[in-house]
């Protein structure tokens, strides 16, 4: 009896150890704080993963697209005509002259042209946050009015680009020197204002203004005019009134 209790003691720290390490296999968490920083470990990781995952994919997504584009680009040029590649030059070297023009002319330019043209920036940007406060501010029926005449103007140049796409070869051509020629004639317009000296500016710049001026007064004369005769008009009525009240009514004795 006594051989079999010192072998149940003996036996008791060996099952102890055996019951705790089944324990902790079971469960790792062997206290509440060690849980809570293990799952929040485990959520920041699982974050971790899932960022990057949607970094690398997004990343991936951006150079296929990019790549694709240029595949398009480079097949485009390789099938074009050599009149169309110089054609194509033509339009990158106008726009590179135009950017390289601009900041010469900025650079060239006085104190006060550049403060005269940021005022002009600054107008047309007030003028864009006017025209969303505007939209902003207006109710639903002034919005569709909106809509529909911007639908207009969509409509318009879809009917123009279907226009051309059924013209035939003789009409395009037709339609094409019309354009050169307007476009030659603002290049024109536009190589006489620079070649201009500044005298010759000035005066030109007056009788601009002179037009506008006079357009203006035409249009307040006009709207005058308007208010003079509904003045001329309701006092001619008020006069008929009193004229028809006095010859019905009874004299006084």
Same mark, same amino acid.
């Given at each position: ?15 102890? $150890? ?29 974050? /971790? ?33 050599? $009149?169309?590649? @110089?054609?194509?030059? $033509?339009? /990158? ?35 864009? @946050?006017? $025209? ?106 008020? /006069? ?14």
């Amino acid at each position: 009896m006594q051989f079999i209790r010192k072998i149940a003691i003996m036996g008791l720290p060996l099952a102890t $150890a055996l019951v705790s390490a089944t324990a902790a296999y079971a469960d790792p968490c062997l206290s509440l704080t060690s849980c809570a920083q293990q799952q929040v470990q485990q959520g920041v990781e699982n974050t /971790r993963n899932a960022v990057k995952t949607d970094t690398n994919q997004f990343s991936s997504n951006l150079k296929n697209a990019r790549q694709s584009a240029q595949d398009q680009a480079k097949a485009r040029w390789n099938n074009a005509s050599d $009149a169309t590649r @110089q054609k194509w030059e $033509a339009q /990158r070297n106008k726009v590179t002259n135009a950017e390289q023009n601009a900041k010469d002319k900025w650079n060239n330019a006085s104190e006060e042209t550049r403060k005269k043209w940021e005022a002009q920036g600054n107008k047309v940007t007030n003028a864009e @946050q006017s $025209a969303k406060d505007k939209w902003n501010n207006a109710n639903e029926e002034t919005r569709k009015k909106w809509e529909a005449q911007r639908n207009k103007v969509t409509n318009a140049e879809q009917n123009a680009k279907d226009k051309w796409n059924n013209a035939s070869e003789e009409t395009r051509k037709k339609w094409e020197a019309q354009g050169n020629k307007v476009t030659n004639a603002e290049q024109n317009a536009k190589d006489k204002w620079n070649n201009a000296s500044d005298e010759t500016r000035k005066k030109w710049e007056a009788q601009r203004d002179s037009v506008t001026n006079a357009g203006k007064n035409a249009q307040n004369k006009w709207n005058n005019a308007g208010q003079n005769a509904k003045n001329a008009w309701k006092s001619q009525k008020d /006069r008929i009134n009193s004229d028809w009240k006095d010859a019905t009514s009874l004299p006084k004795l």
